[in-house]
Every structure is written in structure tokens, then in C-alpha cells.
């Protein structure tokens, strides 16, 4: 059975497209000398660090203690501060459990953790480190 060319190159590359694309010279092709000389070096962009500065804890001051309210369908009054990081940067952290005795100038130890219906809090306070005591038992 015979094809016209058209017909027949989108067939053969329907066939063998996809081994041909495993292949990394047939995906992207080799720059030339010349177009390594007008294009410079490779520049791959930085690598995105968050306020933590890729570090799983850090030693923070309390700026504030404020109470925010959780995105619908949560409905509580969640206990949250203004943390000036060790890093100079000012992040927004919750403070788990019920009753706590932090105020402002406080030393908290923070990790990266997000809350989920707390927008814009991406810290969480480590209890019974530095001035923030224990969970209280009831």
C-alpha cells in the first residue's frame, strides 16, 4: 500500500515520534559555536527561597500578638504574632494551643510550617523554646 508524502511522513512520525523524542540530541538541538558566542553563557534563574532562607528553624523577636480569623468554612479566634526573623525578614506566625504568654520582644523559635485556613501565615511557633512556654494541661 503506497501513501502520498504528506501522508506518509505524518504516519512515520506518528510511528516513531515518540522513540525519536527519548533521544536527547533530538529534542533540543546543539547550539553552534557562533550562537554560543552571541547568546553567553547559560543563565539559569535563582533558586526561589522563602522568608526562612531555606533553614528549618529559626530564632525570631515578637513584634505583635494579634488574633486572625480562619478562611470559611473554619470559624475560631486563632492565635497569631508579627515575627522580626533572625534573617532582618518579618514573617507572620501561629501559635498553637490554648493559652499562651508570649508579648512584644519576646524570643520565639519558628519552623516553616503553612496552616491551611490562615492566609498568608507560613510560620508555626515551637512551644517550651525560648520565652514560649508549655502546652498548658487542663
Known amino acids: 500500500m503506497s501513501c502520498s508524502g504528506l501522508l506518509c511522513g505524518l504516519s512515520t512520525f506518528l510511528n516513531h515520534g515518540l522513540a525519536l523524542a527519548s533521544l536527547p ?13 552571541r547568546r553567553g553563557p547559560l543563565k539559569y534563574p535563582p ?9 528549618q528553624q529559626l530564632k525570631g523577636a515578637v513584634l505583635s500578638t494579634f488574633i486572625c480569623k480562619p478562611e470559611k468554612p473554619n470559624s475560631a479566634n486563632r492565635k497569631c504574632s ?4 533572625s534573617t532582618g525578614r518579618e514573617a507572620v ?6 493559652v499562651h504568654s508570649l508579648q512584644e520582644h519576646h524570643v520565639m523559635l519558628v ?6 485556613d ?8 515551637v512551644r517550651s523554646k525560648y520565652d514560649c512556654g508549655h502546652v498548658q494541661k487542663k
Open 25 to 37: 540530541w533530538a529534542t533540543r538541538p546543539t547550539a553552534t559555536l557562533n550562537q554560543m558566542h
Open 47 to 55: 533558586a526561589k527561597v522563602g522568608p526562612s532562607a531555606g533553614r
Open 82 to 85: 508579627h515575627v522580626r526573623l
Open 93 to 98: 506566625c501561629f501559635i498553637p494551643g490554648e
Open 111 to 116: 519552623q516553616g510550617s503553612c496552616r491551611q
Open 118 to 125: 490562615l492566609p498568608g501565615v507560613k510560620f508555626t511557633d
